[in-house]
């Protein structure tokens, strides 16, 4: 388990005093998502000062590209509050609009069923304006994705760059983003952006989720590259791509679904330009970033200005087995904060590795559900932050470090850890630790039925921590994931596997005054031989109770043989499956909240 300790707060003349609420991803749900326009910190000998780099990397290409005018920089203060509240909603509409189209035209069960993707559009500069109510560790490192997109291509009217590399704005390999400009006479007016995780993206195993030690063994690794140029394709590109996965027919079903999103959103938001007129459009896109940041500043006062500290610890990388330790420490001050990951372990040798795009993900994220109300997740959420986490360790790994688990498990412990600092300075508004992991489960098998390969991916739900006034919900994804686990018809459908079991793992919540929701028990039947890579968490560390409660219970992984003999298994693992097996993943359950 962690630790937390807390520095004595100096407080203000005139401290504000939490609102009523909790600090939970029910409280917004679906709305944390995070973005750049952040103060950055990076510990690295040579680099170039913070805010040269900001300049440079924010920089765009485009010589046409206009100056958008903040609300509050520009001296422009007459902002009509409706017309402001019609702006959010049609910028929102319009990611929506790109998810809808994405999920319905999409051929893997992965994005058509799980709804493992993301979409929003940026401003010409690149910040994000809105998203949809999709994944919040994909939209929070999304804008590093645009911004390196925009920094090594430039872009004209129908052009599209495809990337998924980590180390230029990526997250990990199986997510594929693509990034487009929205141009008006070759005017540049936004930028249109989806991501979608692939169910197979090459590397040494099916699923792209290997125990890899290099990044070279998780996949296909693109750099900021031109899929589309001037609306056609670019045909060696595709080809690359579809040559080096395991199921190229979904892949080319999948990357045409994210073609159509972003066209959805170029033409929407032409529409809206051909309407309001460019100026009143984009006065409005600085009154909403400068909106959200007043509301995150706002919220941020609600904290006691101090430092805080704690801990929390990762079971292990997969391939030596020790326990990795983030550690953070939380500096409030008048409505900003920095958060300092200085002390974490360094980087490790398995894939659980955290790009800092992952990181300042789960920064936005957790800062974000302070706030308690629904309000645009943009850019200006973020200028209240500053984030420090040096290169080279757990939260900031170097190339050629393997990261593909970073960007689904270590995401969850540093929410986890976020939470347990803040849990100091607002006792009776952070709710105790969630299941704390995604239950990553991939396999690859030839399907007796076509014998062709298949590839597969999910995640599977778990407890809720408990909160301040209530009990945690049962069977949920929480905090950096939002997708759903795949629909038995759909799953037995398109794989060699049958769903034995699907329930609730009862009694799996810590107790306590509030009681953490349970984790639930997902079992399949192989029906063909199969590679199995499940990559999990909180399987050694269980997901902590706060206030004299009860911590969540451990999650187990278990394979039972067609003998009958069961084996135990460790959070991270590959193994080959023969028919008739049973793979049994029983997720942990959320944490307690205060003595009964």
Not at 457 to 475: F, H, I, N, Q
Request: proline share 6%; net charge positive; aromatic share 6%.
């Amino acid at each position: 388990m962690g630790s937390g300790k807390h520095s004595p707060p100096r407080r203000r003349g005139r401290e504000a005093r939490a609102r009523e609420g909790e600090a939970s991803r029910e409280a917004a749900p679906s709305e944390a998502k995070a973005q750049t326009g952040w103060r950055e910190a990076r510990a690295r000998q040579g680099e170039a000062p913070i805010e040269d780099r900001r300049k440079r990397f924010g920089r765009t290409n485009h010589p046409g590209a206009p100056r958008h005018p903040s609300s509050a920089r520009s001296g422009i203060t007459k902002i009509n509050p409706v017309q402001l509240e019609i702006f959010k909603s049609l910028f929102h509409a319009i990611a929506e609009e790109m998810g809808a189209t994405l999920k319905r035209t999409a051929f893997s069960p992965n994005i058509k069923e799980r709804r493992d993707y993301s979409c929003a559009i940026f401003d010409h500069r690149g910040d994000m304006v809105a998203q949809g109510d999709h994944m919040p560790v994909h939209l929070g490192s999304m804008p590093l994705s645009v911004k390196a997109a925009i920094e090594h291509r430039e872009m004209g009217p129908g052009d599209m760059v495809i990337l998924n590399d980590p180390y230029k704005g990526g997250t990990h390999l199986p997510d594929l983003t693509l990034v487009s400009g929205v141009f008006s006479k070759r005017k540049l007016l936004f930028y249109a952006a989806c991501r979608a995780h692939q169910s197979d993206i090459g590397g040494m195993s099916p699923g792209s989720m290997p125990l890899a030690e290099e990044i070279y063994q998780e996949g296909l690794r693109i750099p900021p590259t031109k899929l589309i140029s001037k609306g056609n394709i670019n045909r060696d590109v595709w080809e690359i791509v579809l040559a080096n996965v395991r199921t190229p027919g979904e892949r080319d079903g999948d990357l045409s679904a994210m073609i159509g999103a972003n066209r959805t959103g170029e033409r929407r938001l032409k529409e809206i330009v051909a309407k309001y007129g460019w100026t009143e459009v984009n006065r409005y896109v600085g009154a909403i970033l400068d909106y959200t940041e007043r509301m995150t500043r706002q919220a941020i006062l609600q904290i006691r200005d101090g430092v805080y500290e704690a801990e929390d610890f990762l079971d292990d990388d997969g391939i030596k087995g020790k326990p990795i330790a983030i550690r953070v420490k939380l500096a409030i001050k008048e409505g900003s904060a920095v958060i300092d990951f200085s002390n974490s372990d360094p980087q490790a040798d398995g894939s659980v590795n955290a790009v800092y795009a992952i990181t300042a993900s789960a920064v936005f994220y957790v800062f974000r559900t302070l706030v308690g109300f629904p309000i645009p997740s943009n850019a200006g959420g973020m200028r209240p932050l500053r984030i420090i986490a040096p290169e080279g360790t757990i939260v900031n790994a170097r190339p050629p470090a393997a990261v593909c688990g970073g960007n689904v498990e270590t995401s969850q412990r540093i929410v986890d850890v976020l939470y347990r600092c803040l849990s100091q300075a607002m006792p009776d508004r952070i709710p105790a630790a969630s299941q704390g992991t995604m239950n990553n489960v991939t396999f690859g098998a030839i399907d007796p039925r076509t014998k062709q390969p298949v590839a597969y991916y999910e995640t599977v739900s778990g407890g809720m921590g408990a909160r301040p006034t209530m009990d945690g919900l049962s069977g949920v994804h929480t905090h950096m994931t939002n997708s759903l686990n795949t629909p038995i018809e759909a799953l037995e459908h398109a794989y060699p596997v049958r769903l034995l079991r699907y329930s609730l793992r009862h009694n799996s919540g810590g107790r306590g005054k509030w009681r953490g929701g349970d984790g639930v028990v997902r079992e399949l039947r192989f029906l063909a031989r199969a590679q199995v890579t499940v990559l999990s968490e909180r399987r050694k560390f269980a997901p902590y109770g706060l206030h004299g409660a009860e911590a969540g219970a451990p999650g187990i992984n278990l394979i039972t043989q067609n003998n009958g003999k069961a084996e135990q298994l460790p959070s991270k693992f590959t193994r080959w499956v023969e028919e008739g097996d049973v793979l049994s993943i029983q997720t942990p359950g959320g944490g307690g909240w205060g003595t009964a």
